[in-house]
């Protein structure tokens, strides 16, 4: 067996061989990527609509809520004083003209018409009383039988009693037609959409006891501090916002139709009522909101499209100079015209994403961009 003699390196001989092999890996191998390198992404690309954002004048709107009611909406009321008997409707119900609504109770009406009824016994006895002795004593007289005082003061006497007669018969006929007000019918057909009274209660004269809201054309009805209500003229649009029966929002122009100069003495408002166009599905009862602008500001506005959320972070992507979109948080207000208000994170000038072939996101780079159609929109 043969057996190899190792000799042992030398310090020097190590040191050598150590700097040669880091050579060898630091040379590669003529221009060959490194395999610890990582590939750079592909890089994503998508044709868009821009919008450049600017200063421009815009309105600053109040909000007022609103109510839509119809043109013969009325308030049923009692002409007299007494305690509901009884109530025939409820709310939602549709009623015919001249169907009964609720019945007070007659118990004093009909008192007052049975005292009535006695005075006019008496004062038609004192009637008949007056006329004998104005009748004898006229003949007397005639005859130079009594002085002529003495017949004056019984021909006076007989005019008192006529009018005594005709006032009580007067107060028989109005006591007698406070029966007829104790039965209260619809004035026209329509729906009862409240109710405020029931059996037992009390009702008084004026008191709203029951809302009647015919067919008629629908209107708004609000109440405007006197600000807005300076800003306003007969037969303008005004924009009213509701939210439909599926809860999603929407807005319609209404026309001015009234206005009431003289303001609530309580409230320190002015009633407006605005026409609703027939085509709005919209019910009577239904909450709205008012926009009434009462000044402008400047400040940007963008399309709505340009609007996007991510992770409930609700922003706009921003091209830089190499035309790359990057997301960018915005601070939202409201919406005008169908547009949105931004009150902060853009800069005029900068240009923004409004529609893409692809979705958005950051780093994505924007070729083929057009203008956008609503780059100047209205104020």
């Given at each position: ?91 939602g119900q549709a009623v015919k003209a ?51 005082q003495v017949f004056e003061k019984m ?39 409240s109710r405020m009274v029931d059996p ?180």
């Amino acid at each position: 067996m043969r057996v190899l003699k190792l000799t042992p390196l030398k310090t020097t001989d190590f040191a050598s061989l150590l700097v040669a092999s880091l050579l060898l890996s630091g040379c590669g191998g003529h221009g060959e990527p490194s395999p610890s390198k990582t590939p750079a992404a592909p890089e994503v690309k998508t044709e868009a609509q821009l919008f450049t954002v600017q200063n421009q004048s815009l309105p600053v709107q109040a909000l007022f809520p609103g109510s839509v009611i119809t043109s013969d909406q009325v308030s049923v009321t009692s002409r007299v004083m007494g305690y509901v008997r009884t109530v025939d409707v409820h709310e939602g119900q549709a009623v015919k003209a001249g169907q009964t609504l609720l019945a007070i109770d007659s118990t004093d009406v009909t008192g007052a018409i049975n005292q009535a009824r006695a005075t006019v016994s008496k004062a038609a006895a004192g009637l008949a009383d007056a006329k004998g002795n104005y009748e004898r004593y006229q003949t007397l007289y005639k005859q130079n039988a009594v002085p002529k005082q003495v017949f004056e003061k019984m021909q006076t006497a007989y005019k008192v009693a006529q009018s005594d007669y005709t006032a009580a018969d007067a107060a028989l006929k109005q006591a007698q037609a406070q029966l007829t007000y104790v039965k209260i019918t619809a004035p026209f057909a329509g729906t009862i959409t409240s109710r405020m009274v029931d059996p037992g209660q009390m009702a008084y004269p004026s008191a709203p006891l029951l809302t009647l809201q015919g067919s008629g054309q629908k209107q708004v009805e609000v109440q405007l501090n006197s600000q807005a209500f300076a800003t306003l003229k007969l037969g303008e649009p005004l924009a009213v916002n509701y939210t439909d029966f599926m809860g999603e929002q929407h807005q319609f122009a209404g026309i001015v139709e009234r206005m009431v100069d003289a303001t609530d003495p309580v409230t320190h408002t002015h009633t407006v009522k605005i026409g609703v166009p027939e085509s709005i599905d919209v019910r009577s009862g239904n909450y709205v909101v008012i926009a009434v602008t009462v000044a402008h500001e400047t400040g940007m506005i963008v399309p709505t499209s340009a609007i996007h959320d991510r992770g409930g972070i609700r922003g706009v992507f921003v091209l830089d100079e190499q035309n790359v979109a990057w997301f960018r948080m915005v601070r939202l207000g409201t919406q005008v015209n169908g547009q949105q208000v931004i009150l902060a994170g853009l800069v005029p000038g900068e240009r923004i994403v409004t529609q893409a072939n692809n979705r958005l996101q950051n780093g994505i780079h924007i070729i083929n961009a057009t203008k956008s159609a609503q780059e100047n929109p209205a104020s």
